[in-house]
């Protein structure tokens, strides 16, 4: 029996003005999400992922309009909810975890405070209660010497502890969907695979799903059940992620899977593929493919605009390019 549909998004947009005009941050996006399932959205630094998110989680700020045709999570319409009611879901049912560790914590409190406080938001319970759940949670997240660590504060620790203290703070009410804003960009290599495989581990343990938003298709390998690819606000191919790595049918995605070094095939100095140009501004009307102007592919057509149409079971891109 397939599982029920924990997330499900339908035609998001996303519209924030700007002295330059009204900029189309997310345009058309469709989501859906199972228990236990990692999606990831993928895409160059522009493309609308963390705008996503942040209409996920109803961190968008006021001048920011928000649409879909359908934005449910377990059931619950996030669209006609209050501000009251998105709230006691942030941190609790729905949890995030930020890019840059040192600038969401608060410097002026400690580990312990900020940890103790989402638990005693959301849960009934004592001080003594939420701080053995953070100590017990600082442990799972492989902090040694937990006890002694809530009484720091963030400056004391180092990147990658910083970044585990998140994932622990994002785990104290037992979230059903975790959103993770490209969480590794800001460690090196070494802690970025600790943070991967931490992950994956407290996903299995506690049956969350997981929204994984980054750049890099390395990490997407290794973690992701599905995979979208995003490009100027669009979803512009939707596969699962053996799919997609095997026989990309977007021109983007092929170019981004181009520019990864492949163990064995790419010899040592041999220059890497690029994507020419950069990812244009949403803003204005918007026509066609926002991708004609780098694309090797271009043709009659890519003027008008293409729907996200399924090419192969489970495989959808908006292009075209016959598969």
């Known amino acids: 029996m397939p599982e029920p549909t924990l997330l499900a998004v339908e035609d998001l947009r996303v519209d924030i003005p700007t002295p330059a005009g009204r900029l189309h941050a997310v345009r058309g996006v ?10 990831s959205i993928v895409g160059e630094s522009g493309c609308g992922k963390t705008v996503t998110a942040l209409a996920l989680m109803g961190l968008l700020p006021a001048s920011a309009s928000v649409t879909a045709r359908r934005m449910t999570f377990a059931g619950e319409d996030l669209l006609t909810i209050g501000e009251r009611r998105r709230s006691d879901l942030r941190g609790n049912r729905i949890a995030m975890i930020f890019q840059e560790p040192m600038t969401s914590l608060n410097p002026a409190y400690t580990i312990g405070d900020q940890l103790e406080e989402v638990l005693r938001r959301h849960r009934a319970v004592g001080r003594a209660a939420a701080r053995e759940r953070a100590v017990w949670l600082l442990e799972k997240v492989g902090i040694t010497g937990a006890g002694a660590r809530l009484g720091q504060y963030p400056h004391q620790l ?10 622990a703070m994002a785990l104290m009410c037992e979230p059903a969907l975790i959103v993770a804003d490209e969480p590794t960009t800001a460690l090196d290599v070494t802690i970025q695979a600790q943070i991967l495989h931490l992950l994956k581990a ?30 100027a606000g669009e979803i512009v191919e939707s596969a699962p992620v053996a799919a997609l790595f095997a026989s990309p049918l977007h021109p983007y ?8 070094p492949v163990p064995g095939r790419t010899r040592p100095g041999e220059p890497l ?29 890519c003027e008008s605009n293409q729907p996200l149409a399924e090419a192969r079971p489970g495989h959808a891109k908006r292009c075209l390019l016959p598969a």
């Open 30 to 39: 469709d989501l859906a999400l199972a228990h236990g399932e990692t999606l």
């Open 158 to 167: 180092s990147g990658g502890l910083r970044q585990r203290v998140m994932i």
């Open 202 to 231: 407290l996903q299995r343990e506690f049956r969350m799903a997981l929204v994984l938003i980054t750049h890099d298709l390395g990490i997407v390998a290794r973690v992701a059940d599905r995979v979208a690819v995003m490009y």
């Open 253 to 260: 995605t092929r170019g981004l899977l181009d520019c990864i």
């Open 273 to 301: 593929g690029v994507i020419p140009g950069q990812v244009p501004a949403p803003i204005g009307e918007l026509h066609g493919c926002q991708f004609r102007n780098r694309c090797a592919h271009v043709r009659p057509g």
